[in-house]
């Protein structure tokens, strides 16, 4: 029988408790506040209850265990989402593309690819990302710290993940195995990587030139190019461009702020995607190789540059003496010549130079380091690709061939110095009495003879 309105209402003191405690919990959330601080790697939550299981993550204690597989969890709803992975069971499914997710929260992440929407922007490099945990997890690169260290080599990461992955290259495992090449992998994101590369599965098409993305998100990024309007504007050069976020990563080369580093070399970059692509020089992976000249590259890119070397297409002309070039920014570095412009000096000789990077190079002279030497000869030298040219010389292999006299070479300079004996070009000319020379090296010496140095 329901009570009457002049009746007590009686609530049990243990719910109240419980309700109490979950409003404060909620009102935390919503609030902002993570008073609740890791003391190993700085993460926040908004009450102790998180904190504690975040703390599992370090002691390395992982009491949930699946029986079919042996992977271990911190926590009981961890284990119990791995194992939807046996049965195969995925009742989540995208509207747009199809793809099938075992829980409603991973399905709900995936969809903001097509949107594109990356809400959450670092406030250090620009790069954007579509939730807050991967910008948390992106701007511990940052600080540089290193939570998270490999028991038989030492090496340190950010991120748990990453250190998991590493680990995988002392094991030597290679669990999953892709069944049309027979490519092992040892994470499944690395698989459906690699699936793209098999897939022709791209059903967001450009209506303008035809190019097919694998997200809409991307499509859209990538239609802005058409249109040809760049809403950000950097207000120290002008330029300006289709994202927020590309400005962003502009506008750290005029602070002159590059926060990710090299561990091996030092060397320091503006954005860790250029990071990544260094790091590649030091493992001495080359998988893309010249068809022409065997010459091999660490990215596409450096390859498909290289390419242009063996056409005979020089797009970009100088107007001041009519030479041509490949690339419009050897053009731009070979206009510094005409301008006399010298701004960087070494402070041993006063040699000047237009460039950081030559002043860079020449500066090895002074200090006699040659770090880069043969292993047939034993001769040193200070930059790697003449390292990289004198081994032709070992080898035989001369693929640049004059085709006035046939004689080869086994570098393009090396040809191109030669082919001025033929045109009777001299384009190194002495400012002082006006003797031309075919060569650099060769007005050098003949300088001396004005300086009177014997």
Do not use: W
């Not at 299981?53 to 926590?75: E, M, N, W, Y």
């Not at 490949?326 to 570095?333: G, I, M, N, P, R």
């Amino acid at each position: 029988m329901p009570a009457s309105k002049d009746e007590p209402v009686v609530i049990p003191v243990e719910k109240t408790f419980i309700t109490m405690k979950k409003a404060r919990r909620r009102q935390r959330i919503d609030s902002g506040d993570r008073s609740f601080t890791c003391d190993q790697c700085g993460k926040a939550f908004s009450d102790n209850g998180n904190l504690k299981r975040h703390q599992l993550v370090h002691t390395g204690i992982k009491p949930f265990s699946c029986d079919q597989c042996g992977q271990a969890f911190t926590h009981n709803s961890k284990l119990k989402k791995h194992q939807l992975l046996h049965t195969g069971l995925k009742p989540f499914s995208c509207d747009q593309c199809g793809q099938t997710f075992t829980v409603n929260g991973n399905l709900k992440r995936h969809q903001l690819v097509h949107t594109g929407i990356k809400p959450f922007s670092c406030d250090q490099c620009g790069k954007t990302f579509t939730q807050s945990g991967s910008l948390k997890k992106h701007q511990l690169i940052h600080t540089g710290l290193k939570a998270f260290s490999c028991d038989q080599c030492g090496k340190a990461f950010t991120e748990n993940g990453h250190l998991k992955r590493h680990k995988l290259i002392h094991t030597g495992l290679k669990a999953i195995s892709y069944n049309q090449c027979g490519k092992s992998f040892s994470l499944s994101n690395g698989l459906k990587e690699h699936h793209l590369v098999h897939s022709a599965d791209k059903p967001f098409i450009c209506a303008q030139c035809g190019k097919c993305f694998t997200e809409n998100g991307n499509l859209k990024q990538h239609q802005l190019v058409h249109t040809g309007i760049k809403p950000f504007s950097c207000d120290q050069c002008g330029r300006t461009f289709t994202q927020n976020s590309s400005l962003k990563k502009h506008q750290l080369i005029h602070t002159g702020l590059k926060p990710f580093s090299c561990d091996q070399c030092g060397k320091s970059f503006t954005e860790n995607g250029n990071l990544k692509k260094h790091q590649l020089i030091h493992t001495g992976l080359k998988q893309f190789s010249c068809g022409q000249c065997g010459k091999s590259f660490t990215h596409s890119n450096c390859l498909k540059e290289h390419q242009l070397i063996h056409t005979t297409d020089k797009p970009f002309t100088c107007d001041l003496c009519g030479k041509s070039f490949t690339h419009s920014k050897s053009l731009k570095d070979h206009l510094l010549i005409h301008t006399g412009i010298k701004s960087f000096v070494c402070g041993q000789c006063g040699k000047a130079f237009t460039q950081s990077k030559n002043l860079k190079e020449h500066q090895l002279i002074h200090t006699g380091i040659k770090p880069f030497s043969c292993d047939q000869c034993g001769k040193s030298f200070t930059r790697r690709r003449n390292l990289k040219k004198h081994h032709l010389l070992h080898i035989g292999v001369k693929p640049f061939t004059c085709d006035q006299c046939g004689k080869s070479f086994s570098c393009m300079s090396s040809l191109k110095e030669h082919q001025a004996i033929h045109t009777g070009i001299k384009p190194f000319v002495c400012c002082q009495c006006g003797k031309g020379f075919r060569r650099m090296d060769a007005l050098k010496n003949h300088q001396l003879i004005h300086t009177g140095v014997n």
